[in-house]
């Protein structure tokens, strides 16, 4: 127990922590919203067989905790020979859920999005995949947006879990250092706000975001304009 | 332009299209009348082909709608082949169906970018156009939900031509406009007609579409009951178009 040093100097460590936790965020939402968003086109344009393979992995992922999925990819993989570092072993289990997460709001999106809007397009001769792209998941965005905001959110937050398993982001650093230093409260209330710092601009650009949207007559509610 | 021969369409076991022959000829506009359910929005949407049909046949500009025949038997034609025919006879729907995301320019512009292959200054320029044909130059930069439906119509009319169609569909398109929106629109189809654009109509506007069809149809039940030049509705034949114009002046 060193009584004598500040939060200050254990900035470079906590950081160097924090750095970790994004990069882990930003690779399970980056990924997490491409596998996503085309697992939901495949969803909204597959058929009966796709859709219920689709619909048991979501089944799958959802229903157990995150902190049970991350235990399956550390524990499980290792099993079969396939072995990863602790890092990579926690951004596949994020990005697995963030996609299939993702993938139902983005199902849902394109839902609320009426069926008119895709014949129109291909009255014009647009193909499928043109139409889909330019004229359906621009609009299943504006109902997508608080969900995935939400969405963003929670996996910053979420990236947290993965300090159980040994893997060296800002939680797992925070608790290190209390450990060694004892200052519980400084290096929490450091952590709070590291964290408020990173989700209240999110929050904010996704408001940003809606407020856009209704300056083109658009909400992100369903049924706006015809 | 369109030959349509014994089509026939059914979802399950109902019969929507029950063996329709008509002829569109070039520069023509044809007008469709029927009560609902008669099958004149299906009749359209199996010329753009949004619907596949299971007999008969449709031509347009002499080349088979949807699919292709090898060796006597029918078969889908390639995606791109359909979609190909479908910008060359465009749809016009009675919910106008704009793309809400984009401002009128762009709804005009998009499928020449997207399906012509143009550059979009290009693709804008020819919408400009369009719109001024239209009388909308001066809403161009709105977004769809802060137009009325009669320039919402007229923006989906200018975005059917952008791709410049062998032939336009023209689907109930007044039928969700008040009277006086419903005039700017028709206004537009009137100048189409007399600039010799082959159209086929349906509608419930007997006035407009006496003034401005050649030829007409009346479709029940999925058959052609009565057909004939605009004077047809002056002096219909049939009991059955008789008591139909009876109750649509009634309304």
């Given at each position: 127990m060193d009584r004598s040093i500040s939060v200050i100097q254990l900035l470079p460590l906590l950081l160097k922590g924090f750095g970790i936790t994004l990069l882990l965020a930003a690779v399970a939402i980056g990924l997490g919203a491409v596998f996503g968003t085309l697992l939901g086109s495949l969803y909204a344009w597959g058929g009966r067989v796709v859709r219920a393979v689709l619909f048991m992995l979501v089944t799958i992922v959802r229903g157990v905790p995150l902190v049970v999925q991350v235990f399956a990819v550390f524990f499980m993989l290792p099993a079969y020979g396939i072995k990863f570092s602790a890092v990579s072993s926690a951004g596949i289990a994020l990005t697995l859920f963030a996609s299939f997460t993702i993938m139902e709001i983005v199902r849902g999106g394109i839902e609320v999005v009426p069926k008119a809007q895709m014949q129109a397009a291909l009255s014009l001769g647009f193909s499928y995949h043109e139409a889909m792209r330019t004229i359906v998941l621009p609009q299943a965005l504006r109902s997508m947006m608080p969900s995935l905001v939400n969405q963003g959110v929670f996996m910053v937050k979420a990236t947290?879990?993965?300090?159980?398993?040994?893997?060296?982001e800002f939680m797992y650093v925070s608790k290190e250092q209390i450990e060694r230093t004892l200052m519980g409260f400084e290096i929490m209330a450091f952590v709070w706000i590291a964290y408020t710092i990173v989700c209240y601009p999110l929050t904010a650009l996704g408001r940003r975001f809606e407020e856009h949207l209704k300056g083109r007559g658009q909400t992100s509610l369903a049924g706006a304009g015809a | 332009m369109i030959e349509i021969t014994a089509l026939k369409k059914s979802y399950d076991a109902r019969t929507i299209i029950d063996g329709i022959t008509l002829s569109v000829p070039k520069g023509t506009v044809c007008g469709v009348l029927g009560p609902s359910g008669s099958g004149k929005s299906t009749l359209l949407r199996c010329v753009n082909f949004l619907e596949p049909y299971e007999g008969g046949e449709i031509r347009v500009d002499g080349e088979l709608v949807g699919y292709e025949l090898d060796n006597g038997r029918r078969a889908l034609k390639p995606r791109r082949e359909i979609a190909r025919m479908r910008s060359e006879c465009c749809m016009v729907f009675q919910q106008f169906?704009?793309?809400?995301?984009?401002a009128a320019l762009d709804n005009v512009a998009i499928a020449l970018v997207?399906?012509?292959?143009?550059?979009a200054p290009e693709a804008r320029e020819k919408a400009e156009a369009l719109l001024a044909k239209v009388g909308l130059s001066n809403r161009k930069d709105a977004y769809p939900a802060f137009l009325s439906g009669g320039e919402q119509q007229r923006v989906a009319i200018a975005r059917a031509l952008a791709m410049q169609p062998k032939v336009l569909l023209l689907d109930e398109?007044?039928?969700?406009?008040d009277p006086e929106r419903a005039a700017e629109v028709l206004d537009v189809i009137a100048t189409l007609g007399r600039e010799g654009m082959t159209m086929m109509m349906v509608t419930h506007q007997v006035h407009f579409a006496r003034e401005v069809c050649r030829h007409m149809v009346f479709l029940d039940e999925g058959r052609i009951v009565e057909d004939g030049g605009p004077d047809m509705l002056a002096r219909p034949k049939t009991q059955r178009l008789r008591s139909f114009l009876r109750h649509l002046r009634l309304a």
């Open positions: 947290s879990v993965v300090s159980l398993f040994g893997v060296t | 169906n704009l793309f809400s995301h984009m997207k399906v012509r292959g143009l550059k398109v007044t039928s969700a406009l």
